[in-house]
Structure formats: C-alpha cells, structure tokens
C-alpha cells in the first residue's frame, strides 16, 4: 500500500510538477486559515454578543429603576401642586361669591335708597317732570346732591380684582347711569329740561354702548317706565356675567374688548 501511495505521489508530482504542487499546497492552506479565522471570529462575536445582552440587561433595569424613581418624584410633585392649586382654587372661588354677594347687596341697597322723587318721574309725562320745581316735589328734589351715588354703593371698588373686567364694566356703566341721572335733578334746580334725563346725550350714548343698538331703540320708542326697562336691563346683563364668572369659564375675547371699552369711555368722561 505504501508503495502504492508513492507510486501515485511521484506520479502527480510528475505530472503537475514542483510549481503545481505548491500551488495546491497552498490552497489548502489558505483555506484552512480561513476556516480557523471564521470559526476564532464567530466564537469572539458570540462571546462580545452575550456581554452586551448582559451589559444592556443591567443597563435596562438600573435605566428602568432611575425611571420608576423620577416618575415617582414627578409625580408627587403634581401631587403636591395640584393639592396646592386646589387650595388656592378654593379661596379664590370664596373670594369671587364674597364679592359677587357684595355687588349684589351694593346694587340693592343703591335701588333702595335711589332718590323716590326721580323714581316717581318714571310715570309722569315730560311736562309734569318739567313742573316738578314749581310744586309740593320742590323741597324733596332741593334736597338732591350729585355726591350721594357715591354713597349708595359704598366701598364695592375693592372686590373689583375677584368680580373680573366684565361683571365690572357692568357694574361701572350702571352707576354711571344712575350717576348721571342725579346730576341731571340737581342741575334741574336752575335748568328743569335737565330733568328730562332720558334725552340727555351723554344718557344715550351710555344706553347704545351698554345695551346695543337695537336696546337703544327699545329704550326711545319708550312712553315712560324708563328707568324700571334701564333697572330690568341691567339685572339681565349682570346675572348673567355673575353666572359666567361663578362657572370658571373665562369671558370671551369679544366681551373683554367691549368691557374695555366702555370702561375707556367712562374715564375719558370722566377726566
């Protein structure tokens, strides 16, 4: 056999020669260093690849246990806020009925003591209102002082902060109203057409600003009972801002500007 073997050996060498004989040698060296490089290589990356699943894993739970810890401390935070928030919510809402019950008492207790004798004009005609200075009402309208509005409603500016723009822009061009109703008896004393509050320009234009132009026009196509439409007018607008504001929802932007400027015009008039 191993003559055999010589046999065929010195017959391929024979055949292929020495440079054939390398040639082939040297394949399959390469490919044995090849499949020792593939499998040290394969055996490295499996290696490296169960480290860093276990170095991920590790990282994953101390991740997930860093997160567990903010997400508690955030939210005792919110707990703490929303608990604060509460509070706050609470004495503001306090705050907002104390100063709606004033208002409320204010506008009553100003209707009350409302001069009776211009009160009564609501159902004279306009030349009974002109005669008032020349008969029995004479002393009681001498008796008028422009001051005493200011009276009826007492310290009611300091809720304005809780009572908001809207509810007291109304409040504002209410007293004017009325404000300017008194000036004009008091100025009848040397003027009676002054009296006729409800042609006065500065009345009218508070009239079309507050309630509208098609209020406006209700309020000229009037024959008396004006001052009773002026007190129903008031009371529907105001009742329902006080609602508006007792809910928590916030006033438009429409009703804010129109607040705004209404309440513009009144200090223009008044400076």
Known sequence: MEEFSKVVLTAVTSSLGTAGLIAILGWLFRVWIGERLKSSLKHHY?????QLKADLKGQGEANLTHLKSEV???AEQLRIAASSFSEV???TIVR???AVDALWVGVLHARRAFPSIIVMTDALTRSEILDLYNGEARSELLTLKFGMITEFFGDLPRYRPYLGEVVWAHFANYH???SRIV???VQGKTDQTKMIWYEDEYINQLVRRVFGEEKFTEFEGLFGSRLTWMHG???SMLLQSIDHLLSGKAFGAESLAHAQYT???LSSKAS
């Not at 499996?46 to 169960?50: A, I, R």
């Open 176 to 178: 004017a109203l009325l």
């Open 72 to 74: 508690d401390r955030q």
């Open 96 to 98: 907002k009925i104390e």
């Open 263 to 265: 309440l513009g015009l």
């Open 89 to 91: 919510q609470k004495a």
């Open 233 to 235: 007018q008031f009371d």
């Open 183 to 185: 000036y004009l008896f």
């Open 46 to 50: 499996d290696q490296q690849l169960e």
